[in-house]
């Protein structure tokens, strides 16, 4: 690599930042997941009501197949905004600090979700409706492109240097703490009568934004900025120019390791929801409750993936989740048409609780170690965002185009093999980083 931005692991970087005590550091980890969890709720709620409702409150004018795309299409805005919402936080976030951005983040996701419980439908409103989805929809993502990173930061730039992995991970785990309330959400509302479900039902999962952001902002005022951001040496004007010029490869890294990623949860978790009850006639809470059971799976998964990513490595585990996800969707599907309601919970809380969290759980130590402190959010930011759309943000789109053009599940398959191909290239370019000490 061009530039490495970690010199060997030192007593130092097992002793923590001199400049945060203990009290800060717990306050800050439980601030962040807190927070974490919130955006994660307010973003995914879109993800899990969407499909069993959106296509006909905003797009009844299409055919079902066709509708169903249009929802997807809609989804995957929020994660074409997420690369933009990574450059405009990374900048003020290298250059002012972590804090602002986390607080700035939670309020303009929360404001977004809460409107989109209030919107009209297209039944009363028209196409009126159908573009502020959109729009709405556009700010989740820009909000969420700078809360993803800025909350890993802040773990890892105040954890002591042996618990990294660990304190990263326990962040990671509010994503799924995040989709475990939005589950249960989807999951209630989903037993609701048609008639209730379409008129207010899918509305209270939004709604409850409100309550939830009130508490997130409580916790972040409280907090003080991260001591590694506040002891390094200098700050860049341009964090971008600088992180594309001299960190391309690690950036790139970061891109095909994250397109793996996320288009693995997507495909197993969010497109599956879709497939499942619209394709195959399973029953809606059967693969609510799959979802579910697989990200409490998975929020108890990832803190003990992390702390054993301090003691083995990141990289290490990554590429296992990697290869076990590639493997595993040469059968996904097919238990998935089996629609037996224990099989299909199995495969989903195999792939979305166990597997997943092996790449999810270890990259938000991962990631931010391969970069400098003073380009460190914009790094991060640019690479994870961009893999994010091209990964998750398409994936199920992808799927639900390939499905109508084959009929099978095959090209679905081969799609993901072929990103997870592309990331195994990538991570042998990369170096370990679990003994390494901060640079700023």
Known sequence: MTTRAFEDYDDRAAAGGAGQTASSRRRILIA??????????????????????????????????????????????????????GLVFGHFGDRFGRKSVLLCTLLMMGLATMSIGLLPTYASAGAV????????????????????TAAMLMAIETAPGHRRGFSAAVIQAAGPVGVVLASFAALAISRLAEAD??????????????????????????????????????????????????????ILIVFFAEMAQTSYFYLTAIFTISFATRQLGVQKDVITQAVLFANLVGLVAMPLIGAWSDRIGRKRLFLAGVMLAAASMFAFYGVVASRDPLLITGAVILAAGVIH?????????????????????TGVSIGKQFGTVF??????????????????????????????????????????????????
């Not at 009844?60 to 994660?79: E, R, W, Y």
């Not at 409706?129 to 993803?148: D, K, Y």
């Not at 969290?357 to 959010?377: A, V």
């Open 357 to 377: 969290p092996l790449m999810f759980g270890t990259e938000g130590s991962y990631f931010p170690e391969l970069f400098p402190t003073r380009i460190r959010f």
């Open 391 to 440: 990964g998750g943000g398409i994936a199920p789109l992808v799927a639900t185009s390939l499905f109508a053009q084959t009929g099978s599940t095959y090209a679905i398959t081969g799609y993901y093999v072929a990103l997870a191909l592309a990331a195994m290239i990538a991570l042998g370019f990369a170096h370990e980083t679990n003994k390494s000490r901060l640079l700023g």
């Open 197 to 250: 479900l379409l008129s207010w039902g899918w509305r209270v999962p939004f709604l409850i934004s409100a309550v939830l952001v009130a508490l997130g902002v409580y916790m972040r005022l409280r907090i003080e900025e991260s001591a590694t951001f506040r002891e390094a040496e200098e700050t860049d004007a341009v964090p971008a120019v600088e992180a594309i010029k001299g960190h391309w490869r690690p």
């Open 129 to 148: 409706a159908t573009v502020a989805l959109v729009v709405l929809r556009f700010v989740q993502g820009f909000a969420l492109g700078g809360e993803s």
């Open 32 to 85: 962040g997941t807190i927070g974490t969890a919130i955006e994660w709720y307010d973003f995914f709620i879109y993800g899990l009501i969407a499909p069993l409702v959106f296509d006909q409150l905003f797009f009844p004018k299409f055919d079902q197949l066709t509708a169903t795309i249009a929802v997807f299409a809609t989804f995957s805005v929020g994660f074409l905004a997420r690369p933009l919402g």
